[in-house]
Structures are given as structure tokens and as C-alpha cells.
């Protein structure tokens, strides 16, 4: 079946621009986590939903980036006014979050670069 | 919360030799430990994991041991091949099927095994 997948893979902006990202999880998997991943580094969590609870924001560097998830579908990681620290890998994951199975599966990434 | 600590951040070993990657978390009441992989290029994939209710775990040339009392749990790659090459994570989630599976990460080994 389809994995995550996220979108742009690539993308490269002007500092103080707005860039969205999406990323589509595994249908019918209700955790999702965004994390940030710069060049040689581990995970950096960002934020965490899992179905219809208030999202886990503590991982959120500014309120320059905010993400939004529709039901348990679809999420958006939005980072206004952009940076060039915010030049990074955006990888998004999906989790059953249930039962016997809290797998992550990772999506390819958004390559996110700030000139 | 949880915190989770990994060593050593990077590893090198001949090929056909072990290559052992240790973690520590902080949190008792962790109950579920993932170990991913990450290829150059790619998102992290699941390789391992094990629960709380387990000592040990084998999957062909990889073993996972959780000590709950020391809280530690170790990921042992035996007859290391060139492909085994990759950044590892380990992880933990302090509270499997309760609203604490926040899945807590580990800061990453880069392990490169030399032919």
C-alpha cells in the first residue's frame, strides 16, 4: 500500500518568505509527528497529533511554525518569515498509535533550503 | 518527561565484526523501545523494538536487551556487513496505549562498518 508521502521533496526559498509543507499519512493511521532533522543531526521534534486530542506543540522552535491536521488526515506544517536556521529536512511520520503496533513510518522528506 | 540518551554518537567496525549501540531513559514507566535505521538520503525505517515485559530480542544478525532496574536497553549487530552502514535512533515511549506515547528519541550513533 502507499506510504507517507510528503511535498514539496525539495524546496528552496527566500529568507522572510512563508513556505507551507504537507504531508499525507498511511490512511486510518491517527498519530502523526512532524520533526526537523538539519544537515548531520538527530530528530528534533516539532509537534504530535493523535486523533482528536489537543496536539503536542512543546517541540515548536517559534510562533513562526505552526502545523494543522484535518481530522486524521492530511497536516500542513506552515513556518512564516523563514530563516536561514530554519534550512533543514522536514520528515513527517505516521503511527497506527494502537493495539500492538506504535511503528512510525517515516515519509522521504521536504529538503527545506533558506537563501 | 522522558529523556532518552545514546552512545556512542558514532561507531566504526571492521566488517564481520559487533557493533553494540546503548541507550538510556529516564522514565520507569517506559514500556515500549523501537530502534530505527536511517540511510543516507532517506527517513528512519523500524528495524527492532521490544517491550517492557521482555529481556531480550533476536531478529537474524540483530538483538535488542532491555535492563528495566538500570533502565537501559542495547541494540547488538553481529557479522556487521558494509550495509549496515546508516545513523541508528533508539527510542522510548513512556506510555504505550495511554495518552503518553510520545514516541521520545534518541540523539542517533552513526555506525560505519569498514570492508
Known amino acids: 500500500g502507499a506510504g507517507v508521502s510528503q511535498s514539496p521533496s525539495n524546496k528552496v526559498t527566500e529568507k522572510g518568505k512563508d513556505v507551507e509543507l504537507r504531508c499525507d499519512p498511511i490512511s486510518g493511521h491517527t498519530a502523526l509527528y512532524w520533526y526537523r532533522q538539519r544537515l548531520g543531526q538527530g530528530l528534533e521534534f516539532l509537534i504530535y497529533f493523535q486523533g482528536n486530542s489537543a496536539p503536542d506543540k512543546s517541540g515548536l522552535p517559534s510562533d513562526r511554525f505552526s502545523a494543522e491536521r484535518t481530522g486524521e488526515s492530511v497536516s500542513t506544517l506552515t513556518i512564516q518569515r523563514t530563516q536561514q536556521e530554519d534550512s533543514a529536512v522536514y520528515l513527517c511520520?505516521?503511527?497506527?498509535?494502537?493495539?500492538?503496533?506504535?511503528?512510525?513510518?517515516f515519509g522521504p522528506g521536504t529538503r527545506l533550503t533558506v537563501t | 518527561g522522558e529523556n532518552v540518551e545514546q552512545h556512542p554518537s558514532t561507531l566504526s567496525v571492521q566488517e564481520g565484526d559487533s557493533a553494540v549501540i546503548k541507550c538510556t531513559y529516564s522514565?520507569?514507566?517506559?514500556?515500549?523501545f523501537p530502534w530505527y535505521k536511517q540511510e543516507l538520503g532517506k527517513g528512519p525505517q523500524l528495524i527492532i523494538d521490544?517491550?517492557?515485559?521482555?529481556g531480550e530480542k533476536k531478529d537474524q544478525r540483530i538483538a535488542v536487551t532491555l535492563n528495566k532496574t538500570a533502565k537501559h536497553f542495547s541494540l547488538h549487530i553481529t557479522e556487521t556487513q558494509p550495509e549496515d552502514s546508516a545513523v541508528y535512533f533508539c527510542a522510548a515511549i513512556p506510555g504505550l496505549g495511554t495518552s503518553y506515547d510520545k514516541v521520545i528519541f534518541g540523539p542517533g550513533t552513526s555506525l560505519s562498518v569498514i570492508p
Open positions: 521490544i517491550r517492557s515485559n521482555v
Open positions: 511520520a505516521s503511527s497506527l498509535a494502537a493495539g500492538n503496533s506504535y511503528e512510525q513510518y
Open positions: 522514565d520507569s514507566a517506559s514500556n515500549y
